[in-house]
């Protein structure tokens, strides 16, 4: 049935549980269903809540469900455990997920932690830990599947039944050699179909396609998905087995660089979370720090207007013109980037007043500085007068450029079109418009002449 | 090995075997090698070139290659082959990478290969064509593994082992009754860890998570990523399964769907095969329809700004700086919107110089499109000098916008910078100053007075 029957049907019932302190209910919850639903069923509780529910499971539940919310999440319920079931957890969880999390917390609670971990467990993390970002190494797991070259097919899946419960996968073998040196590769599919008396060496790919540990996350996410791979395996220098990225962990960096891309393209510095869980003023500041940067050289073209335009000084709105459409059409690309994201990763569903609230509060605050900083830029070039038509203007063309660009394509969605066509130089365009109306209207109203 | 290495090392022998007819060569290349790998050496080739190394593998392994090549590919490749050897070739390709294909052909080719395609391949081509374009349907395979409740956990394997050469994936199993419902799903994971004698009713999670046949392919993809799954079963009105979505799919259909949204937030109507295969023309044209819409939108704002502006008549030039600056904006956004997309899908290796020449070309072209059009658009409001003025302009910053925003990204990836942190909104800045600097040159020495 589809996930979100599941989780409509569950999510009631576990209140209820809750409330009921039914202990029993809540163990089969956390230990008989996928872990990804689990935490889609608890997707709108408080950490707390959440925590009241999975203390009834074992760890490896514990530690797959955990998986499955945002980090930021993560780091609020790892605030609320216990050291001793937290440590318990965190041995339990895959090599890349327990490093992603243990990346993000504080150093003192990081090692306060680590002595309670197991001493294998904790050299693996240590040892992931010091990759660089963005590298191979920081995505990798350690947990594959390798069997000698010598044995027979029959033996290898004898292994491979005792390796399975701690292996990311099983379908994907590599075959490697004393010194851990990659020599071939054979799916399990494969595997499966040989006759039971053959030797791997006969089986085996050799010199399989691989990365290194050092190359960039993206560049081997492609090289996955274009092989379409469910893993791919990564080396050291000496051509030893390190690692394996999985399909999925692949597909996720491609989502998240194109995240990154598509913010960054529409003038916003890249979030680390996700769009809804990213704070006020985190957003505010990402967004800001782009926006003065683009007024300062919008700036510049104020002041080349000013050399260029040697008539009469009536002629001081047009110096400022290209300046305060360029402020509201900024603001509105970014927020419709920003939600035309967070629709296409399924980011938004019920939250969209909440979104239209937040976007105007986020305008009006932009709205603020930008205003008072062209204010400053307007002074060095005309009147107190003038400047506070520029800076009205750009208050104003900003908190509503954000507005309109952040309901745009969530109106789109609503009426069954596609939200992105609603593109950022459409959105410049109907703040032209805009920003040139109340322009005027502000000059006529406080200076009284148009020129 | 890594991928590059084997490109490089075999690129040159192909050539090779190519000029000396090297029969025995080019079989080994067409069966010994990953598929993937061996499109990707072939990749710089003709048509022709290609099908003269492929003509010498067997059906299976040309079919598995030919779904590696793009599309536009595929189909010059497919006009070569004769019909006999082409429906071989057809009927062993997966189900859905054959639908891809077929989908493109013209009614009179594809009319003329469906009688050599043996019946049953023949059903399940018009089924899975039936599917609307953008479901489940369309990106599902009908190749999965499935089996009945009733048998044991050796029985099962023992199956496997025969579906597996015709099964997509062998990895995840459905367990269907005889009407085809769906009633349950087992991993091979687990079935190769449980007693032999267990029955697989008792093995199996019931009621596993699916979706409709008619669910958009993009919530499909979300789905299945968001449960780490390799697979997710696809089910009629009445949960008979009728189809699986891969991972591998799942990822191609969210990339493609990054693509197309990063397309429409820059203002260029999505392409349908990669930025390097569009032809020149198709490519304008996507652009061209863009800008000229939002020609029209700035045109209203020069409209718009002459009811405000009722000040004298020589202030004609602010009517159309809005619009003449927005023209050379979105015209960058689109280039570099294009181009950075392509440098993150590893598109544009080796093409960097073609690029730039092609986007000068286009630039050029779109230019004196809307050059031509501004010109019609100012002659209604000013005389047909200052008109000019507009158009000259109009085309000069269309160009070098063009330019500027397919090169910045370029050149950042050359220093080894993130091409993206070149924003549409920093691009459209600098394609301001260049145009308020342009537009007051063309006046000055084309009218003589600058007001």
Chains 1, 2 share one sequence.
Not at 157 to 167: G, M, N
Not at 320 to 331: D, E, I, K, Q, R
């Amino acid at each position: 049935m589809p996930a979100s029957v599941y989780t409509s049907l569950l999510q009631p019932d576990v209140r209820i549980m809750l409330a009921e302190h039914d202990e029993a209910g809540l163990r089969e919850l956390c230990t008989a269903f996928y872990p990804a639903l689990v935490a889609e069923v608890l997707d709108g509780m408080t950490p707390e809540q959440t925590w009241d529910v999975l203390r009834h499971g074992d760890p490896p539940h514990q530690a797959e469900i955990l998986a499955f919310f945002s980090l930021p999440f993560q780091m609020s319920l790892v605030e609320l455990i216990d050291r001793e079931s937290l440590s318990r957890i965190v041995e339990e969880m895959s090599a890349d997920d327990r490093v992603d999390l243990l990346e993000r917390m504080d150093v003192e609670h990081f090692e306060a932690l680590m002595p309670l971990i197991a001493q294998a467990e904790r050299a693996e993390i240590r040892k992931l830990l010091s990759y660089p970002e963005d590298s191979a190494g920081a995505i990798m797991t350690t947990e594959y599947a390798s069997l000698p070259a010598d044995i027979t097919a029959h033996d290898a899946l004898e292994r491979l039944r005792i390796q399975a419960p701690s292996r990311e996968t099983i379908y994907y073998i590599y075959i490697t050699d004393e010194e851990r040196r990659l020599l071939g590769f054979l799916s399990l599919r494969k595997l499966i179909q040989a006759k039971p008396s053959t030797k791997l060496s006969s089986l085996m790919d050799r010199d399989p396609i691989s990365v290194k540990v050092t190359d960039d996350q993206e560049d081997v996410a492609n090289e996955l998905l274009r092989y379409d791979f469910l893993a791919i395996p990564v080396v050291d220098d000496q051509n030893r087995l390190v690692g394996i990225v999985t399909h999925d962990d692949a597909a996720d960096v491609l989502q998240e660089e194109a995240t990154e891309d598509a913010h960054l393209l529409g003038g916003v510095q890249p979030l680390e979370d996700g769009y809804l869980d990213t704070p006020f003023f985190t957003l505010a500041r990402k967004r800001g720090v782009w926006l003065v940067i683009l007024l300062g050289a919008a700036s510049m073209t104020a002041q080349v207007l000013g050399w260029l335009d040697n008539s009469d000084s009536g002629t001081w709105m047009v110096l400022f013109l290209p300046m305060v459409l360029a402020s509201g059409g900024n603001a509105g690309s970014q927020s419709a980037t920003l939600v035309i994201r967070a629709l296409a990763l399924d980011e938004t569903e019920g939250h969209v007043h909440w979104i239209a609230w937040r976007e105007a509060r986020i305008g009006a605050c932009l709205g603020a500085v930008l205003a008072a900083l062209s204010v400053v830029v307007a002074l060095w070039m005309v009147g107190w007068r003038e400047s506070l038509v520029v800076g009205s203007t750009v208050f104003l063309v900003v908190t509503m450029g954000t507005i309109v660009g952040a309901m745009l394509p969530l109106g789109l969605k609503r009426i069954g079109l596609d939200p992105a066509i609603m593109s950022n130089p459409m959105i410049a365009a109907l703040s032209d418009m805009m920003g040139v109306v109340i322009y005027y209207t502000a000059a006529n109203w406080m200076v009284g002449t148009v020129a």
